[in-house]
């Protein structure tokens, strides 16, 4: 599904390198989770995948299924079928939730050579998943993410998400902000949406999350590379001793 | 010399052979009066402080520049909206293309006729609004268009109007020059909407003024056409009394040079008055709100809110004066003015002022020029909107909060609907 080689991504106004050779492979129906210290280049990870400005790619690659990521528009990415939940997501005033996403979920079908969905239908559908979310009619109407509280911001995600229904969903820290109950409804969104055809990368810094999603393969990033890779009881490593052991095994 | 005396001389010599127009009963005396004082002020100049940022030559020149037609096949303005039609083609009325000027709780009459009668209460008005709003800052266009205008409606309104009377201004002549004087008085208690569209000309020089008596509302809205070329100057003057309500809203998309001038005198307590505009424009666009408010009693409201799209090189002007006199005691007096610029060849040039005498007042202005947001952008564009479309919902957005401000929802989706497809002709 996923692939990425060897990527090395720097800041395009400052002499910073921030990804120093990211080899990683998500297959499909398989959900992979990255740990690792703060600062280590997780969301820039993230950010770079799904195509935001001001990272300069260096060295390696990234595809979706075979697809070069790198030469693709933002909303190509999308398109193509990545999805990134944001760590922080954006506030856009005077946007309406709706019709953002009607608008996105039809310039996605549009790109894509499918038919736009009605009005109608997509109202069908975005209230059953709402509801699914404990998504109030006001949230929807509301412009997009401004004066929602931390939570909704992720549950809001989530629901564009299940929208969207994209191939490839990376989610960075979904779980912060989260209370305990949330954290379930947001997981089991997400869980819902666990198939065969679908990969999952899963940014976290706590084992919570990912007992209510459960990974595959776990890998711990640090200073811009992935300096280790295991099963979920790597996750439950961590939870127990912090990073300090796994950085000094592979220094 | 003095820039005065300069003024005064070029001024003299550019109306040598100008007379106001005649047969024209009791109008004769202010158009004379008017007249005189156009030659006193002089015509405004490059050099006039209130000219600063705009050009006015070619507003005040002898000489029309003339103005291609815009071609469309989109519906008309206010189609929908059941109103009366009061059409001005290039400036002067016809009869054929208007309804019958007739309405409940209304009477509307052509200036041009009215001016016969011996008695009218359009006398005492015709005038008198743009006199008051002389000072303290001069408005040359103004009184010239009270001397020279030849055509234009008085209406008055004595109880609450459910249909709207609709000033539709159609341009098909590419080198009009047409000058408009409408006077409208709405008396005590009484309510009515008054729409405003098209072009109107080549170059058009309008006056609108707006008497509204205690517990009397009125309400203004106007899309000024989308012939690019065409040159405008409006002012509209309004007085209000006690616990009166003022609202005008003015849509502007494209047009080489608009200068709309507001002056409001809050005259009788607890009135409020709201004054929003709304502009899109790119290439030698240029656009320019300047807006007076008088706070002349206790208790008043004033509300400016203005949002400009510029592209391409446009340029965006805003003057907007609160003026509180000094027993204008709990004056609420507000002001926005905000500019998206989508390149960085456009500009947006803004003059706020606060003039305040009373003590316990509350007013606060505010002015930002930005570029679209970015993280904005790239969180539409990570969802699979294009960046077109994605920097369109966020233009549209920010002109929306102007927008907001019409009360009749019909209407205000009627705006954000021609800015919309404004915007969306303009997608590659
Ligand atoms: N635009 C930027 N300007 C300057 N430094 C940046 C920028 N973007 C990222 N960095 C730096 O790159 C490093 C990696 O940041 P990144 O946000 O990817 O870390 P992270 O692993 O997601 O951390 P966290 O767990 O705290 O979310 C950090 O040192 C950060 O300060
Ligand atoms: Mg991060």
């Known amino acids: ?251 | 010399m003095s820039l005065q005396k300069a003024k005064q001389e070029a001024t003299a010599a550019q109306l040598t052979a100008v007379s106001v127009p005649d047969g024209a009963g009791w109008l004769t005396s202010l158009r004379e009066d008017a007249l005189k004082r156009v030659h006193t002020m002089g015509l405004p100049s490059r050099r006039d402080e209130y000219w600063k940022y705009t050009r006015p030559d070619t507003l005040a020149a002898a000489d029309v520049t003339p103005a291609a037609l815009f071609e469309n096949d989109e519906t008309p303005m206010f189609d929908e909206i059941d109103r009366l039609k009061v059409v001005f083609v290039d400036g002067v009325f016809d009869a054929d293309a208007s309804d019958d000027l007739a309405g409940e709780n209304l009477t509307i009459e052509r200036l041009v006729d009215v001016a016969k009668a011996d008695i009218h209460w359009a006398k005492d008005l015709y005038g008198a609004l743009e006199l008051a709003g002389q000072t303290p800052v001069e408005r040359p266009l103004a009184a010239y268009n009270t001397a020279m205008a030849t055509d234009g409606v008085v209406i008055r309104v004595t109880g609450a109007v459910s249909r709207p009377v609709n000033l539709i201004h159609k341009h098909l002549d590419t080198t009009s020059d047409a000058i408009l004087h409408h006077v409208v008085k709405v008396e005590e208690g009484a309510s009515f909407t008054l729409l405003e569209n098209g072009p109107a000309a080549a170059r058009f020089n309008s006056v609108l003024e707006v008497d509204i008596a205690d517990k009397a509302a009125f309400n203004h809205v106007r899309t000024q056409g989308r012939d690019h070329e065409r040159r405008v100057a409006t002012h509209l003057f309004t007085r209000l009394g006690e616990e009166s309500a003022f609202k005008s809203f003015t849509l502007t998309a494209n047009g080489v040079l608009t200068r709309n001038e507001c002056v409001i005198e809050l005259t009788g307590d607890n009135a409020i008055a709201h004054v929003a505009g709304a502009c899109v424009g790119e290439g030698d666009f240029h656009h320019d709100d300047t807006v007076f408010i008088t706070h002349d009693a206790v208790d008043c409201e004033s509300r400016q809110v203005f949002k400009k799209v510029l592209r391409n090189g446009a340029t965006g002007v805003f003057q907007g004066k609160i003026l509180v006199k000094p027993d204008a005691q709990k004056t609420d007096g507000y002001q926005i003015s905000q500019s998206l610029l989508l390149d960085e060849d456009s500009q947006f040039l803004a003059k706020p002022e606060l003039e305040i005498y009373a003590d316990d007042v509350a007013c606060s202005h505010g002015s930002t020029t930005g570029a679209i947001d970015e993280e904005g952008l790239f969180y539409l564009r990570a969802r699979g909107v294009p960046k077109d479309i994605a920097t369109d919902l966020m233009t549209l957005a920010f002109l929306a909060e102007a927008v907001e401000e019409i009360e009749d929802e019909a209407l205000a989706d009627e705006i954000l609907a021609r800015l919309e497809s404004w915007l969306e002709r303009r997608r590659g």
């Not at chain 1, 398989?30 to 690792?36: D, E, N, P, Q, T």
């Open chain 1, 1 to 251: 599904m996923l692939e990425i080689k060897g990527l090395e991504v720097k800041l395009e106004d400052e002499d910073k390198q921030i990804l120093k050779g990211v080899d990683l492979k998500v297959e499909a129906g398989k959900v992979h989770a990255i740990m690792g210290p703060n600062g280590s280049g997780k969301s820039t990870l993230s950010y770079v995948l799904s195509g935001r400005d001001g990272y300069e790619v260096t060295g390696g690659s990234a595809t979706l299924e075979g697809e070069d990521l790198l030469e693709l528009e933002a909303e190509e990415r999308a398109a193509a079928g990545l999805f990134l939940a944001f760590q922080y997501p954006v506030e856009i005033p005077g946007v309406g939730n709706m019709t953002f996403l009607r608008t996105a979920v039809n310039a996605q079908r549009k790109a894509r050579g499918e038919e736009e969905l009605s009005a109608a239908d997509f109202l069908k559908v975005i209230r059953e998943k709402a509801k699914s979310l404990k998504i109030d009619a006001d949230m929807l109407k509301r412009p997009v993410n401004v004066g929602f509280s931390g939570g909704e911001k992720k549950r809001n995600e989530i629901l564009q998400m299940a929208m969207l229904e994209p191939k490839m969903c990376i989610l960075d820290e979904t779980d912060s902000g989260l209370d305990v109950d949330a954290m379930k409804l947001v997981s089991e969104g997400v869980n819902a949406l666990r198939d065969e055809g679908r990969g999952f990368l899963v940014i976290t810094h706590y084992q919570r999350l990912l007992d209510h999603i459960k990974p595959d393969v776990v890998h711990i990033m640090a200073n811009g590379r992935i300096v280790k890779t295991g099963g979920p009881e790597l996750a439950l490593e961590v939870e127990k001793n912090g990073y300090a052991d796994i950085l000094a095994e592979i220094a």
